[in-house]
């Protein structure tokens, strides 16, 4: 019994004499080494029950101002006889936060929230200890509590990961990830404080987005950038949180600002999209378009070029552009985007986005009547293979729904700039460009009817597969938005009528399923229109 008692005095006594070398107003060398015993102290209650309760009184008795001073120490206010330098004491602390950070209830207090910015500031790329990646951790923790995970808003720290994943990119290591992560989540915890609190956050966030996505929208439209795609990337999977409300408003209390990360996206885009890329990255570029139509609406695409296309050809004209050098042609379309004006760039945004949604609309429909005719001599059992159906997948359920998107918001775009001679005369599209975009949209829409008649055609389609095909859904929908504008197929729809009286009547037929009727009943009535018609 007494030998009992003796264990359990000891690790007491241990433990009283740290905290004491720990508290404020001892000096700074005691301070040190009250930290080296509470390392060695907590090693050796790995699995002790009470760990998390004796972390807790270490941090109540930590002199937090000179962990400051640890944080932020260089090698010419090291002590000559410390034995150690600025980046070990660094660590020291580092560590020291980390194993605060295993207590959740240590991460949301005051003490904890304040040594973040001192935190971030350590980041580096050329760290040769485990500092920054330690750091990335903790970050990561704190983003999981609304506590505190609002702090991430913050523009300077937001920059400060930016920089050190656009640094990263050929690394892609666990810190690469954590980085990410970071930054990812912070656009989730913008949306979820929105719909708690929509005029706070939108207080707390205003210089959010101008300033990180210009930063990183700046890094996407420079020639020199060699990780676009990845960029591409993290933007569709960040932005996708944030919902249209919060999109809409935040646009509309920072209009210039909004003009100038969107000008450095769409060069960035044009790049891309002007060269080959991989299948994948070119799909992730519709995805960030169309979710920037969704988010910012018909104007990300079409902007309203009349209050500007004046000033920027006098401005234009009075100024001689210099001879170019000779450029490989590889990188002339890429190159001709960063000398552009905003007017120019958007031109050529528009015209680049809506000629290649009608050429990729109707790959999608030749991909998806070849899985109506099936191949059964086609091996899918390799993983290049299952690879390539993947990315297939994607398209269909993800890039398909986003270029209908475009070519409706296409489709309001000429009916209105066709209702005045102003708008004809001050819009993206000269005669001649108008006349390309009718084209490519007669030539799409022709391919998506061939489609509708292959698939209502196919021997496993019946009323009631095409009711939830949402397929044949959305692509029998965006077909009669454009009869309703152009004639050039309406002596080719009949064909498309019986099959849709039966999924209408199957509609009808089960409880379930009546709400598409408000989809498809106007349809139907379109249909009806035009054959009368013709």
Wanted: hydrophobic share 40%; glycine share 2%; proline share 4%.
């Amino acid at each position: 019994m007494a030998s009992t008692q003796e264990q359990d005095t000891i690790p007491k006594s241990d433990l009283e004499r740290c905290l004491e070398l720990l508290k404020p107003g001892t000096p700074d060398e005691s301070k040190f080494v009250g930290l080296t015993l509470m390392t060695t102290f907590l090693q050796t209650k790995q699995q002790d029950k009470d760990r998390e309760a004796i972390i807790t009184q270490f941090f109540d008795s930590m002199d937090f101002d000179f962990l400051d001073r640890m944080l932020q120490i260089d090698d010419s206010t090291v002590p000559k006889d410390a034995g150690v330098d600025s980046l070990t004491i660094k660590a020291i602390a580092v560590d020291i936060m980390t194993c605060f950070s295993s207590v959740w209830q240590l991460l949301v207090r005051k003490e904890f929230k304040d040594r973040v910015p001192v935190m971030i500031n350590i980041l580096s790329t050329s760290d040769t200890t485990e500092s920054s990646n330690n750091i990335l951790k903790i970050l990561v923790k704190m983003t999981a509590y609304p506590q505190v995970s609002m702090i991430f808003t913050n523009p300077g720290y937001q920059s400060a990961i930016v920089a050190y994943i656009l640094c990263t990119f050929d690394k892609k290591d666990e810190a690469h990830e954590d980085a990410t992560m970071i930054f990812k989540r912070t656009f989730l915890i913008i949306q979820e404080g929105f719909k708690q609190n929509p005029a706070v956050v939108l207080q707390i966030t205003k210089d959010f987005m101008p300033t990180i996505m210009t930063k990183i929208a700046k890094s996407l439209s420079q020639l020199t950038e060699p990780h676009k795609p990845e960029i591409v990337r993290l933007l569709t999977e960040s932005i996708a949180y944030l919902s249209e409300a919060y999109v809409q408003q935040h646009v509309k209390d920072q209009e210039q600002e909004t003009k100038t990360w969107t000008k450095y996206l769409k060069s960035g885009l044009i790049q891309l999209l002007s060269t080959r890329q991989a299948p994948s990255t070119r799909d992730d570029c519709f995805k960030l378009t169309g979710i920037l139509l969704q988010r910012l609406g018909p104007e990300w695409l079409f902007p309203d070029t009349s209050s500007s296309s004046s000033s920027s050809s006098s401005s234009t004209s009075s100024v001689t552009k210099p001879k170019k050098k000779p450029t490989p042609a590889s990188l002339v379309n890429s190159m001709e985007s960063l000398s552009l004006s905003e007017v120019e760039i958007n031109k050529k945004f528009a015209a680049l986005i809506v000629h290649l949604t009608c050429v990729e609309a109707r790959v999608l429909m030749d991909e998806l009547a070849d899985d109506l005719s099936g191949d059964p001599n086609k091996d899918r059992s390799d993983d290049t293979d299952q690879k390539t159906q993947a990315q297939a997948k994607i398209r269909k359920e993800q890039v398909l729904p986003l270029a209908y998107e475009i070519l409706e918001v296409t489709i309001g775009y000429l009916v209105h700039v066709s209702e005045s001679e102003d708008e004809m005369e001050n819009g993206l599209f000269d005669a001649t460009g108008l006349l390309k975009v009718q084209e490519s949209l007669q030539a799409t829409f022709a391919a998506i009817l061939d489609y509708l008649k292959d698939l209502q055609a196919s021997s496993t389609s019946t009323p009631a597969t095409l009711a939830t095909n949402l397929i044949y859904l959305a692509s029998i929908r965006i077909l009669s938005v454009w009869l309703m504008e152009d004639d050039s197929l309406h002596g080719q729809t009949a064909a498309l009528v019986p099959p849709l009286e039966a999924v209408v009547r199957h509609c009808k037929s089960k409880p379930s399923q009546k709400s598409l009727l408000k989809l498809l009943e106007p349809i139907l009535d379109r249909f009806h229109e035009i054959s009368f018609d013709d």
